[in-house]
T-cell receptor, first 114, second 114 residues
Framework: NAGVTQTPKFQVLKTGQSMTLQCAQDMNHEYMSWYRQDPGMGLRLIHYSVGAGITDQGEVPNGYNVSRSTTEDFPLRLLSAAPSQTSVYFC?????????????FGPGTRLTVT | AQSVTQLDSQVPVFEEAPVELRCNYSSSVSVYLFWYVQYPNQGLQLLLKYLSGSTLVKGINGFEAEFNKSQTSFHLRKPSVHISDTAEYFC????????????FGKGTKLTVNP
């Protein structure tokens, strides 16, 4: 299994540009989530999904969109990038409750918005 | 909603000394508790988890944590640290039967000096 994969690893955007961060997992996990990591702030939840077709907002959802059309993929879209969205983004997945409790994290995407 | 407080943002120690990283949580319901480690420029790796049962939990790399319900704490300990333990450590909480969100503390940077 490849686990949780994220692309790209690095990205530089100009203010106002849009882009999609890709996340995929091959473990048949129903629960997937996106976090951003900023120095001194820990990881903050952006959006999460408990299964295909179901998404919900986390702590810091503004400026981001998600959709979940398949179990495997959970892309994160930045609609109009802002310097405040400069961060490291992590995708994670977890089996259904009762079959596992810890989240498995991808390697991250480092995004810089200029 | 649940929350996590990691009481120390930085902890410097000497090699072979014991260390304790403190974590307190807040929740109105029962919780699952986790410690993750992040080595420089890497993703997050699970150190240990508390789901139920024995309040003393052993993890990888010689770490252990104790769940204290009355104090709402889940402190991480290691009796003798190595240089290779230098990393950032995150405490996280998820509510049992709740929204399945995993909420992180802001992290503690452990630096082990020779």
């Amino acid at each position: 299994n490849a686990g949780v994969t994220q692309t790209p690893k690095f990205q530089v955007l100009k203010t106002g540009q849009s882009m999609t961060l890709q996340c995929a997992q091959d473990m048949n996990h129903e629960y997937m989530s996106w976090y951003r990591q900023d120095p001194g702030m820990g990881l903050r939840l952006i959006h999460y999904s408990v299964g295909a077709g179901i998404t919900d907002q986390g702590e810091v959802p503004n400026g981001y969109n998600v959709s979940r059309s398949t179990t495997e993929d959970f892309p994160l879209r930045l609609l109009s990038a802002a310097p405040s969205q400069t961060s490291v983004y992590f995708c994670a997945s977890r089996p259904p409750r009762g079959r596992g409790y810890e989240q498995y994290f991808g390697p991250g995407t480092r995004l810089t918005v200029t | 909603a649940q929350s996590v407080t990691q009481l120390d943002s930085q902890v410097p120690v000497f090699e072979e000394a014991p260390v304790e990283l403190r974590c307190n949580y807040s929740s109105s319901v029962s919780v699952y508790l986790f410690w993750y480690v992040q080595y420089p420029n890497q993703g997050l790796q699970l150190l240990l988890k508390y789901l139920s049962g024995s309040t003393l939990v052993k993890g990888i790399n010689g770490f252990e944590a104790e769940f204290n319900k009355s104090q709402t704490s889940f402190h991480l300990r290691k009796p003798s640290v190595h240089i290779s333990d230098t990393a950032e450590y995150f405490c996280a909480v998820s509510e049992k039967g709740g929204s399945e969100k995993l909420v992180f503390g802001k992290g503690t940077k452990l630096t082990v000096n020779p």
